[in-house]
């Protein structure tokens, strides 16, 4: 069982790696394409406005696509946003110290994502279900609590855009980046991190081969609700008021940030970099339409396109991979 | 592999395809209906006669010049907003000296609960019945109830089917609105600028139309002002954030003013130009929450916050309730006394309207808290 396993392992790296120069090319190209039609587009200000504003995208696709892999879905993400930046911005506004404002909201995304994970995995419950009940609740819960009142006046030094790396990389961008590399090694390099392929791909082989599709599951949901914290920080710390409700369709665009990157829908394969570059594409086909001057609904056509496109790809490849066998 | 190529071609063409402008269309994001711009010096404009469609009190006892209980049933208590338009009422009630006004309610806004309390109302007996509907149409029969017992009744802020009460204060109409939008920017960037328009979607039925009605308005008094675009963000405050700075990326120093149709849209105009560093460069109107925009206003990147004052809307709706029980507003009339606010004129048959909106300044605006 285990040489079946290893036997893959290439094959699947393979595709990953192609799945993201794909996309690479395509950032590339779009930036030159668009850049040529207005220079303006691949000025410093609007490359750091692309980043900066959709680097807490990046940030949940890693944990969606760690979710996707072990098989499962949450579509509970946009939501869970909504409340933490809501309760973040709420605890800076109450006097707590900043650097709790931001921590809290991480213990209460891992725990409520653990709390899913649970269900899923002892439960057997499927996770669409179970993070669709989670949506509603959240959803509603929010507005119930805050009645749809923004919260403002937020100390100044909550924001974590205003901060940067060696005075150059802006905080929320170095957060996508370094979370990126690290998600990417520990999913390649460690036991538990290949341990969600092993159950996404193929849950017999996996306990056969000693690994505990319950633990490892729950595991995942844990880390994917950290991640879920740490972009809803991210998404709170941008402007100096935070919209207590939750953001419509951001679970969409997370999904298809991890699709397009490469994450098979399917489970067991993908990688973190794919669905991060694939969040930058999104969010820089949706500020190129303003700058050829297409209208924004262009954007959800051309994520679909996307999406189709990607999801044909992989069973095609599963096909020619069936074939060769 | 290929399919995926395929595609970025064919994404690739979608991006190149670009949208084709209609010149001397409406700018995006308007409606395709009549537009009635009012006249660039600030008069009347055209109003549209148009026979009284209000209710009637029935045989209800002659109160003239004698003291009147009024209840005021908002679509909830406990808001800023409404906490103004009661404010409003109790000046209102203090100058006349003969009216009593309480404000009761829901505390959500759900028409259910409206309609008890205004049935409790009804019971208890009170000489008029002052709401902000929840829904237009269910709350009809608890109104057309009392004025089946003499009660008189005025909306205010959002109306109900017209036989269902006998007059209502109209906040603000959408020229009025236009105008005073337009106004404002050429006021800060002046005339051979450009702007562009932060909205929610173009299909928005208000922001459809104070747009068609901007641009009347800006192509019939302020001809040289240029329209560059008018992008769409939804009601999401992200959204509206990176509209507006890729709109401030794309056009640099080309553009020189933002209009947020919406109370998200406004401040997070204001939150990209701030961002920016264009503050004074790029000006910032449009309709918003006085709340909302205090940070901007502050700081003096914003100048205009375009929007109606509450605490007039329910001043003067106490005003039209003591008019129509002292027998000084009836069907037919043209305009009504509201004390400090003067002469208001009636409009669409059985509105009164309140004037011209109200602009929140750095100097006023601490004075409201909605």
């Known amino acids: 069982m285990s040489a079946t396993l290893t036997a893959a392992a290439p094959r699947r790296l393979r595709f990953a790696v192609s799945q993201e120069w794909l996309l690479a090319i395509a950032i590339l190209l779009l930036f030159v394409g668009v850049g040529l039609y207005n220079p303006r587009f691949v000025a410093s200000r609007n490359l750091q ?147 969600i392929y092993a159950v996404g791909g193929n849950a017999e082989a996996a306990r056969l081969c000693g690994i505990g599709r319950e633990r490892t599951l729950m595991m995942v949901f844990a880390v994917h609700g950290a991640f879920v914290g740490i972009a809803a920080v991210l998404f709170a710390t941008q402007l100096s008021v935070i919209q207590s409700t939750v953001p419509s369709n ?48 262009w954007l959800r056509a051309v994520q679909g396109i996307l999406i189709l496109v990607t999801v044909l790809a992989d069973i095609y490849r599963r096909r020619r991979r069936g074939l060769a066998r | 592999m290929r399919l995926s190529l395929a595609a970025m071609a064919l994404g690739a063409t979608l991006l190149a ?26 008069g009347a404009g055209t109003v549209v006669s148009k026979a009284y469609d209000g209710g009637k009190a029935v045989n209800a006892p002659n109160m003239a010049g004698k003291p009147i209980t009024l ?48 049935d409790n109302y009804i019971t208890r007996g009170v000489n008029g019945v002052l709401f902000a509907a929840n829904d237009p149409v269910a709350i009809a029969p608890v109104l057309k109830k009392a004025l ?44 051979n600028k450009s702007f562009a328009i932060v909205t929610s979607t173009f299909t928005t039925p208000n922001q459809a139309r104070w747009i068609a009605e901007m641009w009347a308005y800006a192509g019939k008094c302020h001809a040289k002002m240029k329209w560059l675009e008018t992008v769409e963000a939804q009601e999401d405050n992200i959204l509206s954030f990176n509209q507006a700075s890729t709109l401030i ?43 909302a925009m205090k940070p901007y206003v502050k700081t003096d990147c914003v100048k205009s916050v375009v929007l109606w004052n509450p605490v007039n809307l329910g001043y003067a709706a106490v005003y039209v309730t003591r008019a129509v029980v002292d027998g000084k507003l009836k069907p037919g009339d043209t305009s009504v006394e509201a004390g400090k606010l003067g002469k208001l004129m009636v409009v669409n048959g059985s509105e009164i309207l309140l004037g011209s909106p109200f602009t929140y300044t750095k100097e006023n605006i601490d004075q409201f808290n909605f």
């Not at chain 1, 067991?268 to 930058?280: H, K, M, R």
């Not at chain 2, 959002?158 to 236009?178: H, K, L, M, Y």
């Open chain 2, 148 to 191: 089946s017992k003499g009660i008189h009744v005025v909306g205010y802020d959002a109306n109900s089917t017209p036989d269902a009460r006998e007059w209502f204060v109209n906040q603000a109409e959408f020229n009025g609105i236009a105008k005073s939008m337009i106004d404002n920017m050429a006021k800060e960037m002046g005339e």
């Open chain 1, 250 to 297: 951001l679970e969409l665009t997370i999904i298809t940030a991890s699709v397009v990157g490469g994450v098979s829908i399917l489970g067991g394969t993908g990688t973190v970099v794919g669905a991060t570059l694939a969040a930058v594409l999104i969010a820089a086909i949706g500020s190129s339409l303003i700058f050829v001057n297409l209208s924004p609904f």
């Open chain 2, 71 to 118: 209840v005021d049933v908002p679509k909830l208590i406990g808001i800023g907003y409404f906490n103004a338009t009661s404010q409003g009422m109790q000046e209102a009630a203090k100058e006349l000296g003969n009216v009593k006004v309480t404000t009761d309610g829901p505390t959500e806004a759900k028409i259910d609960e409206q309609i008890k309390f205004i």
């Open chain 2, 249 to 291: 990326n794309k056009y640099g120093d080309q553009l020189s003013g933002l209009f947020g149709m919406t109370s998200v849209a406004t401040p997070a105009s204001a939150e990209a130009v701030t961002r920016a560093k264009l503050c004074g460069k790029i000006a910032v109107v449009g309709l918003a929450t006085p709340n």
């Open chain 2, 17 to 42: 395809g670009h949208g084709a402008f209609a010149a001397g269309a409406r700018w995006d994001g308007a409606d395709d209906l009549p537009v009635n711009p009012l006249p660039c010096d600030g």
């Open chain 1, 49 to 195: 406005s692309i980043l900066l504003g959709n680097a807490y995208v990046a940030v949940a696709a890693i944990g969606m696509s760690m979710v996707i892999i072990s098989g499962n879905i949450d579509i509970s993400v946009g939501s869970l946003i909504g409340v933490l930046a809501s309760v973040s911005g709420g605890l800076a506004v109450a006097g707590v110290p900043s650097v709790l404002a931001w921590l809290i909201p991480v213990a209460i995304g891992s725990a409520v994502m653990a709390a899913q994970g649970a269900l899923v995995a002892y439960l057997g419950l499927p996770s669409i279900v179970v993070t669709l009940g989670m949506l509603s609740i959240l959803k509603g819960g929010l507005i119930s609590v805050t009645n749809g009142v923004w919260i403002s006046n937020l100390p100044d030094n909550y924001h974590l855009a205003q901060w940067s790396l060696f005075g150059v990389v802006p905080m929320p961008v170095a957060f996508m980046v370094v979370l990126t590399i690290a998600a990417a090694w520990w999913m390649r390099n460690t036991a538990l991190g290949r341990s």
